[in-house]
């Protein structure tokens, strides 16, 4: 059985991503828009992921990551630079206050750190607000363009949620090759003993500020994604509550799963509307349902995948000794 079990994670996994790509052919505007918000969100859960799943730095600025990328993409945008030229300054923006925003993790840690992390997410939104000759304050910034795609207009849902899923398609790869090359064992590292981490010869400094920098950085790729996703932003969005969902979603698909981001932005942004038939209810329902997930399962969905998977794993490791002890006692 176990012979079969990669092959079948592949046509799985072919399997999804056809569907991603063929069945939304058929949605409307807003399913179109709901599926590529999915795409977005997924990314900078991908980036908080990476600071808090892997390397256990616990951080409550990633919306405002969403916000720089954001604003950034869309001031250029609208002043005439195509969007490559606006993600790749997104990315480096937030790559740089990432990096800085790191340096308290090197002296506090835990609730500490998530009070550092909240400051810095207020001190963005009073920018955004506030700074009104460069954000547009209250008013934001409208009419941002979507861009040209090898010479393909993008202006309409479904050529612009390509876009989404091709942006998530590539973070989705250079993450698997992260966490799995030394930078992502670093993490792992510094997550579970950062002493003995240390004691091993890892830079846990650089470390810690490379996770919150990377993490930082994909967060500011799906701001600059949302700006023409929207084409209008303001302040509003990227306050303290973006970046709490942004946790929910990383904590109840499982942090620390490379999946985990995937299936939290999908309960985020799609349960909701699955629970809209119940009026006014949803959100309370919503809100029940999440609950209840983390009381049973505190590491989220894929948690409790992992400890059936465990389980089974225990439970045919224990048969095969029982099968080995007897044909031992019978061959004496």
């Known amino acids: 059985m176990s012979g079969f079990g990669k092959p079948l994670k592949i046509a799985l996994g072919l399997a999804v991503i056809a569907g991603l790509i063929i069945v939304p052919m058929n949605f409307n505007r807003y399913g179109l828009f709901i599926l590529s918000q999915w795409a977005v969100m997924s990314i900078a859960a991908m980036g908080l992921n990476l600071t808090l799943g892997y390397a256990g730095q616990v951080s409550l600025a990633q919306g405002a990551f969403v916000g720089i990328g954001a604003y950034a993409a869309a001031i250029m945008t609208t002043h005439g630079w195509p969007l490559p030229a606006a993600i790749l300054v997104a990315i480096a923006l937030s790559f740089s206050v990432g990096w800085v925003l790191g340096y308290p993790a090197l002296r506090v840690q835990h609730h500490y750190l998530a009070f550092v992390t909240l400051a810095f997410s207020t001190l963005a939104f009073l920018v955004f607000r506030n700074e009104s000759w460069l954000t547009g304050g209250i008013y934001g910034i409208s009419n941002i ?35 799995r090359s030394p930078w992502g064992r670093a993490f792992m590292a510094l997550r579970e003993n950062p002493l003995r981490a240390q004691s091993l010869g890892i830079d846990t400094r650089r470390y810690t500020l490379m996770a919150f920098a990377i993490g930082s950085a994909l967060g500011g790729v799906a ?16 306050n303290l509550s973006l970046s709490l969902d942004l946790l929910m979603m990383v904590i109840v698909g499982g942090a620390g799963f490379y999946f985990g981001p995937f299936l939290g932005a999908m309960i985020a942004v799609l349960l909701p509307e699955w629970l809209r038939f119940t009026e006014g209810y949803y959100l309370m329902l919503y809100a029940v349902a999440v609950m209840g997930l983390l009381i049973w399962s505190p590491t989220g969905i894929l948690g409790i995948l992992d400890r059936y998977l465990a389980e089974r794993r225990t439970k045919a490791a224990s048969a095969l000794r029982a099968v080995a002890k007897s044909r031992l006692e019978t061959a004496q």
């Open 145 to 179: 363009p979507r861009p040209h795609v090898l010479g393909i207009a993008t202006n309409k849902p479904l050529p612009f949620y390509y876009v989404c899923l091709g942006s998530l398609a590539i973070v989705s790869v250079a993450v698997w090759w992260l966490i």
């Open 223 to 238: 701001g600059a994604l949302y700006a023409p996703l929207t084409q209008y932003i303001d302040p509003v969005p990227f």
